[in-house]
């Protein structure tokens, strides 16, 4: 699947699960965006910057940022932390998606950078 029918598949099954169910026709997108979080970090942002811009609810947007947003931070902050800054900084929509990230115990500075950015605003 490319990029950008796994985006709209992936969104689709976001919406559904955030009204109640789960579209098994469109999980496989998650499984997939989950698969490119933990192996391919660098092809995952993006598509998770455009889920971020999807999501036309705080419960959809909740639903990215528990999911392949926090799974990024959890496991690549390190490579990502001035870029995730960075659009914490310029788009609030996405500062607001970083709030639902669970960023305590973070290694070093890491947790008072996010910290930081995720105050300057409200949250989900």
Do not use: C, K
């Not at 970090?41 to 999807?54: F, K, V």
């Not at 947007?61 to 496991?75: H, M, S, W």
């Amino acid at each position: 699947m490319n990029d950008a029918e796994l985006v709209n598949r992936y969104m689709a099954h976001a919406e559904s699960a955030m009204q109640g169910g789960i579209d098994d026709s469109n999980l496989d997108s998650a499984v997939e965006l989950d698969r490119l979080v933990r192996d391919d970090p660098e092809r995952a942002w993006p598509l998770i910057q455009e889920a971020i811009r999807r999501s036309h609810s705080d419960q959809v947007l909740a639903f990215v940022a528990a999911g392949p947003l926090e799974d990024l931070v959890r496991l690549h902050l390190a490579q990502f932390v001035d870029r995730i800054e960075a659009a914490g900084h310029t788009d609030e929509w996405f500062r607001r998606a970083l709030s639902g990230v669970w960023v305590h115990d973070l290694p070093g500075d890491l947790e008072a950078r996010l910290a930081r950015i995720i105050g300057q605003g409200p949250g989900l």
